[in-house]
Nanobody
Framework: QVQLVESGGGLVQAGGSLRLSCAASGSILSRNSMGWYRQAPGKQRELVADITSAGSTNYADSVKRRFTISRDKITVYLQMNSLKPDDTAVYYC?????????WGQGTQVTVSS
């Protein structure tokens, strides 16, 4: 069983920055993907960014050039710059291997205008 512990959410003014962290504990295959999703009120959960164990990254168009995802073996980070009110959501960490997917409990990010 894998557990994910997220941190770093909060309230920030538009144009500000936040850094999210997600630490994984437990057993997961070395070939995996770690990522961040978000869900705003009344909307579906959407991919923000992910990164494979080989270092390949993928970003939603809405966050390109503003957000940066990085990782080490057990922790994934999301550096969020130039935040906008539209970035307000609950952000969820995800770790997946070819057989199973795990989710964190979510951390609230609120961007005020």
């Amino acid at each position: 069983q894998v557990q994910l512990v997220e941190s770093g959410g909060g309230l920030v003014q538009a144009g500000g920055s936040l850094r999210l962290s997600c630490a994984a504990s437990g057993s997961i295959l070395s070939r995996n993907s770690m990522g961040w999703y978000r869900q705003a009120p009344g909307k579906q959960r959407e991919l923000v960014a992910d990164i494979t164990s080989a270092g390949s990254t993928n970003y939603a168009d809405s966050v390109k050039r503003r957000f940066t995802i990085s990782r080490d073996k057990i922790t994934v980070y999301l550096q969020m710059n130039s935040l906008k009110p539209d970035d307000t959501a609950v952000y969820y960490c995800n770790v997946s291997d070819p057989y199973v997917s795990y989710w964190g409990q979510g951390t609230q990010v609120t961007v005020s205008s």
